[in-house]
């Protein structure tokens, strides 16, 4: 990979937190921590990977994604604004009366959404559901996931997990946000989903783990989850909860509270 | 004796039907193909059958993907699972997206029989009555069965079909019957009460409608084949005529058919109603016909009904 591409991806990564500070500031609620330490993956899927036209978003031939951890829209929202899917403008409307960027993805009213989700564990069935219908139809589109750590206690996650394996949906790979951080404290401390890894390879999937911060490996990655055969592909990356945000950072009250104009600032000046 | 034919046979008959005129009807089941009947399907299209196993929340999720990339997906199960244990899963990923959904559920009711209360779901209607988008629909036998899946295949949107284990009487030409969505059927005419059910009650109805003829009592019967969107018009047309309104169905009072025409009624036409249905309780193992007898979804019950409505005419 050219470093000229790794280094406009991760300028576009800067721009989307940006995007995540400023409008969940505007909205003055939202889910920033989880957001933030998403960003690279999307921007990766959203900027380099997926075949998708904003022209057209519900062109029949696109890549699918699946935002699992639905409250993580804000990230969504971003990607699909700076992707062109609408204008940027619109991203100070999140979470306001009569908007359409509703307070989780809502594949009804935004541009780009595949799938609503917001309920979590549900995400990962609707995918395994698109890549099933898409592969009847003999497309070369490709479905992915985004799953939060904390997602993963949800047993839907893990009847869903055993039907990507059996119907061997290799067209489907998913990224799991591992961050380590859930509403009430640490995954580890609230309800372990660990050991991630070990759980999907034993469910059948092709596991890979990586730095999800780091651009390079999230490409090489996806790269490696195209080359799987038979098999779907689990992500597993490690990642910083407030990711870019000094004060957010690895801090498990920034899971969904939003910066005031003070904060808001001083994480938009980090960010430049 | 008359023809009878359960609605999960008329089912399974009619997907395999519809499999070789759409190509993108598929269908899916919980690890009961063999009982939802499914498995007529499957045997004819295998490619376009997806057996989730025992996974009723992943089932759901699954056919709304499926359904997000242009699929016409039948889910199946027991009612009880279907409805109970994937409710969310419904709620957030099939009816608030508006998901072309079909989700055919058998083995309703308290007709199950033997497996007792744990496989015996009535609270279904009332469960998916509550859901913006979904259409609701209780056939009353095979050929209106064979009606509404052909409807549901064809309509955009989500479809809940309550479907039976047991068979039960035929009441429709199999030859001429059409399904018309929303619109209640009547199937006697009469002016001194009205009976409205639905799904097998319908049938019992109108033998509770022949009963009440010989002590000279005009029993107008309608079936509701569509608990939503429910035919106001044709209820309230009906109580401004009979006076006084008896329903019946296989499933609780609380939240069922009982109270969707009870609503109609008390916005509509306020008259006597009567409810015949399980009464706030939970059912128990049995014969189906010694059950029905005992929670009362009897001929003579719904007769009963219909004379203490009567009574309560001003």
Same mark, same amino acid.
């Not at chain 1, 929202?77 to 009569?98: C, I, V």
């Not at chain 1, 055969?229 to 689990?234: A, E, I, L, V, Y």
């Given at each position: ?272 | ?163 039976? #284990?047991? *068979?039960?009487? !035929?009441?429709?030409? +199999?030859? =001429?019957?059409?399904?018309?969505? @929303?619109? $209640? &059927? ?54 401004? #005529?009979? *006076?006084?309104? !008896?329903?019946?169905? +296989?499933? =609780?009072?609380?939240?069922?058919? @009982?109270? $969707? &025409? ?43 009904a219909a004379r203490r409505a009567m009574a309560r005419k001003g």
């Amino acid at each position: 990979m050219s470093e000229a591409i790794i280094q406009r991806l991760e300028a576009t990564a800067r721009q989307i937190r940006r995007h995540i500070i400023a409008m969940t500031h505007a909205a003055g609620s939202g889910h920033p921590g989880g957001s933030l330490s998403a960003a690279d993956m999307v921007t990766a899927l959203f900027f380099k990977e997926m075949r998708i036209d904003p022209q057209n978003p519900r062109w029949p031939d696109r890549d699918r994604f699946v935002l699992g951890k639905g409250h993580a829209a804000p990230v969504l929202y971003a990607a699909l604004a700076e992707r062109g899917f609408f204008p940027a403008e619109e991203l100070k409307g999140l979470r306001q009366t009569g908007h359409f960027l509703q307070g989780h993805p809502d594949m009804k009213k935004v541009p780009g959404v595949d799938m609503s989700t917001g309920s979590l564990g549900q995400g990962l069935s609707a995918a395994v559901g698109m890549a099933l219908g898409l592969r009847l139809d003999k497309k070369d589109a490709r479905v992915w996931a985004l799953l939060g750590d904390g997602e993963l206690q949800e047993g839907q996650v893990w009847e869903a997990a055993m039907a990507a394996a059996h119907y061997k949906l290799d067209k489907l790979a998913i990224f799991i946000d591992d961050n380590g951080l859930q509403i009430d404290g640490p995954v580890k401390e609230v309800m372990s989903s660990y050991p991630i890894v070990d759980k999907f390879r034993a469910f059948g999937w092709n596991v890979i783990e990586i730095d999800g911060h780091a651009m390079p490996a999230i490409l090489e990655a996806i790269e490696r989850a195209k080359a799987a055969t038979g098999r779907p592909t689990c992500i597993v990356a490690h990642t910083v909860k407030g990711k870019g945000v000094s004060f957010m950072e690895d801090q498990v009250g920034w899971h969904g509270t939003a910066p005031n104009a003070e904060e808001a600032a001083i994480a938009l000046k980090e960010l430049q | 004796m008359m023809k009878k034919i359960a609605t999960r046979d008329a089912y399974g008959r009619a997907l395999a039907r519809l499999g070789g005129e759409k190509a993108d009807l598929v269908v899916l089941d919980a690890d009961l193909a063999k009982s939802t009947k499914t498995i007529d399907f499957a045997k004819v299209y295998p490619e376009r059958f997806f057996d989730m196993g025992i996974a009723e929340q992943n089932l759901m999720g699954t056919a709304a993907g499926l359904a997000a990339v242009g699929k016409i997906p039948f889910a199946s199960t027991f009612a009880m699972f279907a409805t109970g244990r994937a409710f969310e899963q419904i709620r957030n990923s099939i009816a608030y997206p508006k998901l072309n959904v079909k989700i055919a559920a058998t083995h309703a009711g308290i007709t199950v029989g033997e497996d007792g209360a744990s496989h015996q779901t009535v609270e279904d209607i009332a469960l998916m009555r509550v859901l913006p988008n979904m259409t609701v629909i209780v056939p009353a036998d095979g050929p209106e069965t064979e009606g509404a899946i052909r409807w549901a295949a064809e309509h955009e949107g989500p479809v809940y079909i309550r479907l039976g #284990r047991l *068979g039960v009487p !035929v009441i429709n030409d +199999e030859e =001429s019957y059409r399904f018309t969505p @929303g619109k $209640a &059927v009547t199937l006697r005419q009469g002016r001194d009460v009205s009976l409205i059910a639905t799904g097998l009650m319908v049938s019992i109805a109108l033998e509770a409608a022949a009963a009440l003829a010989a002590e000279a009592i005009e029993a107008e019967v309608l079936n509701i084949h569509t608990i939503k969107p429910i035919d106001a018009e044709s209820i309230l047309d009906s109580a401004v #005529r009979t *006076g006084c309104v !008896v329903t019946a169905e +296989e499933h =609780s009072v609380i939240g069922g058919l @009982g109270s $969707a &025409v009870a609503e109609v009624l008390g916005e509509g036409q306020p008259v006597p109603l009567e409810r015949v249905g399980l009464k706030d309780t939970f059912g128990e193992s049995g014969k189906p016909d010694l059950l029905l007898k005992k929670y009362g979804l009897t001929a003579e019950a719904v007769a009963d009904a219909a004379r203490r409505a009567m009574a309560r005419k001003g």
